[in-house]
């Protein structure tokens, strides 16, 4: 695990994140490290999303810091590519995290399942 990842994130739950941002269609979000940082630290994130892969992965440390200031729930995917693609970004775009800023009602389902999942995890 690198310095940012705080647990292991099983890859059933993983894929369910992917399922709760596609079904959070018109759900606004906020891309890059540094709007990522602003939503925590404001507190107005639902749910932030964080890319294993980062290099380097300091770049991230600080965010589940600041989540869990705030009581903000976050997880864990392990591919940039593939999270920026399942937000909807264009083709060849990396996203190393994501802040989810609202959950819509066909996500809401999802993004309470997969929240329960992970306070499990970090049990």
Not at 30 to 57: C, H, M, W, Y
Not at 80 to 96: D, M
Request: proline fraction near 5%; hydrophobic fraction near 40%.
């Amino acid at each position: 695990m690198t310095v940012h990842v705080r647990f292991e994130t099983p890859e059933d739950i993983a894929e369910k994140i992917y399922e709760m941002i596609q079904s959070n269609t018109n759900g606004r979000i906020k891309k890059g490290s540094n709007e990522v940082t602003k939503a925590a630290e404001r507190g107005t994130a639902q749910f932030i999303i964080l890319a294993e892969d980062v290099n380097p992965p300091e770049l991230l440390a600080h965010i589940p810091l600041i989540c869990e200031e705030k009581g903000i729930p976050y997880g864990y995917v392990p591919s940039q590519e593939f999270l920026a693609k399942e937000a909807g970004l264009t083709t060849g775009i990396k996203a190393a995290s994501i802040a989810v800023m609202e959950i819509t009602k066909g996500a809401q389902e999802k993004f309470n399942e997969v929240v329960e999942e992970i306070n499990k995890l970090k049990a």
